[in-house]
């Protein structure tokens, strides 16, 4: 059974950090590429980072990038999110996805595989 679990969500303040983390069991990450999106009340979920499964390359919306650092465990089969410099504006359910695509891995909520059930986070002001 292909499962994709995130952990490390909570409460912080502003400029605070944490580290999200996405666990597969049922598939390895080599044939993935691993995408973070994040879901505010009453928005739409947003694509926020990935690692591409063709060259580990890794992309990050334009609002996080330089506060956000996205990586992977190959031996752990895990993928982390360091999220830094956290501001209010963050605070969503943050959901990990898989997608076999071997292009660009920036790709829309519905291309994908494979969701976790999301981790919660709220930045304080």
Known sequence: EVQLVESG??????GGSLR???????????DYAISWFRQAPGREREWVSCIS????????TDSVK?????????AKNTVSLQMNSLKP?????????????????????????????GTPVTVSS
């Open 89 to 117: 504006e963050d605070t969503a359910v943050y959901y990990c996805a898989a997608d076999r695509f071997i292009g660009s891995c920036v790709r829309p909520p519905y291309a994908m595989d494979y969701w976790g059930k």
């Open 9 to 14: 969500g909570g409460l912080v303040q502003a």
């Open 20 to 30: 999200l983390s996405c666990a597969a069991s049922g598939f390895t990450f080599d």
């Open 53 to 60: 499964r063709r060259d580990g390359n890794t992309y990050y």
């Open 66 to 74: 330089g506060r956000f650092t996205i990586s992977g465990d190959k």
